[in-house]
C-alpha cells in the first residue's frame, strides 16, 4: 500500500528565516506530486504540482518555490517567510492518467512570527 | 473555471441524527467530484469519489453521496452520526476531461465543520 510523510509536523519560524518542507511518498512510482496551504477561513489553495522529477508548475505567484530531486520526493521552499506563509500545508499524490485521485499527507503546521 | 460551493459553514447535529451536508458545483461540463474529511490538525482523508455510472455514491465509514445534474449538486449524506463523525468536510471538483498532459486540478469547497452533540 501507498504511504505518504510529510515533516516536520510542525514548525515555528521567524520571520525572514528560511523554509523546507519535505514531503515523500512510500510504495507507488512516478506518482504525480502536489503541495497546498491551508488557511483560517480559506480552503486549500494548490501551490504547485508535479508529474516527474524536475517538473514542477506553479499555480500562485508567491514566495515559496517546490522542486522535486527525487521521483518520490516533493520539497517546499522559501529564502525568507513572511507573516502570510503562516498556515497548514498539505502535500498530496496521485497516480495520474483518467480517474485520477489525490491523497494527503498528514500536513505541516508552520507558525512565522 | 470550475467552482465549488458549500453553503453550511457550521453544522451542529445529535448523535444518532442523520447529516447532509451541501456541496454544489458550476462546471460546463460533468465533473468528477469527491468528498473529504478532515480531523483536527490532520491532513484530508478521501471519503468518496464518482466518476461516471450511479449517481448514488457510497463510501467509507457509512457515508453517501448523490450526483444531481440537474441542480449540479453533490450532497453528502449519513443516515446516523457518531461522536467520531466530528471533523471538517470538503468537497471538491476536477475535470473530466483528461488532457493527457499531466494531472488533474482539484478546486475545493471552503468546507463545512460539522459539529455533534453526545
Known amino acids: 500500500s501507498q504511504t505518504i510523510h510529510q515533516w516536520p509536523a510542525t514548525l515555528v519560524q521567524p520571520v525572514g528565516s528560511p523554509l523546507s518542507l519535505e514531503c515523500t511518498v512510500e510504495?507507488?512510482?512516478?506518482?504525480?506530486l502536489y503541495w497546498y496551504r491551508q488557511a483560517a477561513g480559506r480552503g486549500l489553495q494548490l501551490l504547485f504540482y508535479?508529474?516527474?522529477?524536475?517538473?514542477i508548475s506553479s499555480e500562485v505567484p508567491q514566495n515559496l518555490s517546490a522542486s522535486r530531486p527525487q521521483d518520490r520526493q516533493f520539497i517546499l521552499s522559501s529564502k525568507k517567510l513572511l507573516l502570510s506563509d503562516s498556515g497548514f500545508y498539505l502535500c498530496?499524490?496521485?497516480?495520474?492518467?483518467?480517474?485520477?485521485?489525490?491523497?494527503f499527507g498528514p500536513g505541516t503546521r508552520l507558525t512565522v512570527l | 473555471a470550475q467552482s465549488v460551493t458549500q453553503p453550511d459553514i457550521h453544522i451542529t447535529v445529535s448523535e444518532g441524527a442523520s447529516l447532509e451536508l451541501r456541496c454544489n458545483y458550476s462546471?460546463?461540463?460533468?465533473?468528477?467530484l469527491f468528498w473529504y474529511v478532515q480531523s483536527p490538525g490532520q491532513g484530508l482523508q478521501l471519503l468518496l469519489k464518482?466518476?461516471?455510472?450511479?449517481?448514488l455514491v457510497q463510501g467509507i465509514k457509512g457515508f453517501e453521496a448523490e450526483f444531481k445534474r440537474s441542480q449540479s449538486s453533490f450532497n453528502l449524506r449519513k443516515p446516523s452520526v457518531h461522536w467520531s463523525d466530528a471533523a471538517e468536510y470538503f468537497c471538491?471538483?476536477?475535470?473530466?476531461?483528461?488532457?493527457?498532459?499531466?494531472?488533474?486540478?482539484?478546486?475545493f469547497g471552503k468546507g463545512t465543520k460539522l459539529s455533534v452533540i453526545p
Open positions: 498530496a499524490w496521485s497516480r495520474g492518467g483518467s480517474t485520477d485521485t489525490q491523497y
Open positions: 510504495g507507488t512510482s512516478n506518482p504525480n
Open positions: 508535479s508529474v516527474g522529477i524536475g517538473q
Open positions: 462546471y460546463g461540463a460533468t465533473p468528477y
Open positions: 464518482y466518476f461516471s455510472g450511479d449517481t
Open positions: 471538491a471538483v476536477a475535470p473530466a476531461e483528461y488532457s493527457g498532459a499531466g494531472s488533474y486540478q482539484l478546486t
